[in-house]
Nanobody
Framework: QVQLVESGGGLVQAGGSLRLSCAAS????????MGWFRQAPGKEREFVAA????????YYADSVKGRFTISRDNANNTAYLQMNSLKPEDTALYYC???????????????????WGQGTQVTVSS
């Protein structure tokens, strides 16, 4: 079992930055692949970023590439999403997700992740 708790959301002006954290309760965090998704009001949940268990491989949605960075600290069982140059369209509830072992074949699919946090709200004002 993996329990995930997100934090770090808030209200920020366009152009600003936020860092989201995802604390995982799991015996061996280094064997868990992690992802970040987001869901805006009235829209489907969408892929944002994913990182392999080792941290060596990272993947991003085109909409955030070059602005967001996913990382992890296996010693502290935490994954991060650094968000820079935020835009109003980044406003959403952000979820972290996890799957045991390697990233799945469809890293941008919700079905590839078995564990989910409750989400943290990010609001970007114009």
């Amino acid at each position: 079992q993996v329990q995930l708790v997100e934090s770090g959301g808030g209200l920020v002006q366009a152009g600003g930055s936020l860092r989201l954290s995802c604390a995982a309760s799991v015996r061996t965090f280094s064997s868990v692949a992690m992802g970040w998704f987001r869901q805006a009001p009235g829209k489907e949940r969408e892929f944002v970023a994913a990182i392999s268990w080792s941290g060596e491989d990272a993947y991003y949605a085109d909409s955030v590439k070059g602005r967001f960075t996913i990382s992890r600290d296996n010693a502290n069982n935490t994954a991060y999403l650094q968000m820079n140059s935020l835009k109003p369209e980044d406003t959403a509830l952000y979820y972290c997700a996890a799957r045991l072992g390697a990233l799945g074949p469809n890293i941008n699919s919700l079905a590839d992740y078995y564990y989910w946090g409750q989400g943290t709200q990010v609001t970007v004002s114009s």
